[in-house]
């Protein structure tokens, strides 16, 4: 079973839309999530992370932690075609705190 | 400010051939991190280093080798590269305690024939 597990996509979405991302993760340890957007042929960069249950909102990015479900998610409000990217999910424990694991990302489109 | 510097960004290499890909950070971190990415399967952690003289192994360490010089420099070497070394290769930094971000280098684009 594979640490993080997302949902390759490509999810679309029309401009405008809220676009909805989600990730499972295994040990249930895990304390620390990241959400990283990636474009094509660039380096991943770093939008949200979360530590505690509920959610947490910056801008037009929402990150949401269930650790009971071991689930986390990211929603992007009014989605513009700059959003179009992939989006990575990770997960750091405290017993490898310097591990991070990702998923394989979720490929995002916004369609004007 | 340059962030995590990785050289070279492109190369290409026959099976067999060895070579080392540099990174350098310039933000103090003490962990670094050495990932590839293939397609479909995200990033996937070869060997990091907690602090300055350590380095442990991660998901995919098999052919690899790293040295973590001092503070600032981390290389990777391939000793006997093979064609399921493709890839692209990513080098990154994070700071200990923090919000735990890893910064990222540009990348580096490996083809072995």
């Known amino acids: 079973q594979k640490e993080v597990e997302q949902n390759s996509g490509p999810l679309s979405v029309p401009e405008g839309a809220i676009a909805s991302l989600n990730c499972t993760y295994s040990?249930?340890?895990?304390?620390?999530f990241f959400w990283y957007r990636q474009y094509s042929g660039k380096s991943p960069e770093l939008i949200m992370f979360i530590y505690s249950n509920g959610d947490k909102e910056d801008g037009r990015f929402t990150a949401q932690l269930n650790k009971a479900s071991q689930y986390v998610s990211l929603l992007i409000r009014d989605s513009q075609p700059s959003d179009s990217a992939t989006y990575l999910c990770a997960v750091n424990t405290p017993r490898n705190f310097n591990k991070f694991y990702f998923g394989s990302g979720t490929k995002l489109n916004v369609k004007p | 400010n340059a962030g995590v510097t990785q050289t070279p960004k492109f190369q290409v290499l026959k099976t067999g051939q060895s070579m080392t890909l540099q990174c350098a950070q310039d933000m103090n971190h003490n962990s670094m991190y050495w990932y590839r990415q293939d397609p479909g399967m995200g990033l996937r952690l070869i060997y990091y280093s907690a602090s300055e003289g350590t380095t442990d192994k991660g998901e995919v360490p098999n052919g690899y080798n790293v040295s973590r010089l001092n503070k600032r420099e981390f290389s990777l070497r391939l000793e006997s590269a093979a064609p399921s070394q493709t890839s692209v290769y990513f080098c990154?930094?994070?700071?200990?305690?923090?919000?735990?971000?890893?910064?990222f280098g540009e990348g580096s684009r490996l083809t072995v024939l």
């Open positions: 990154a930094s994070s700071s200990t305690g923090g919000t735990g971000e890893l910064f």
């Open positions: 040990d249930r340890g895990s304390q620390s």
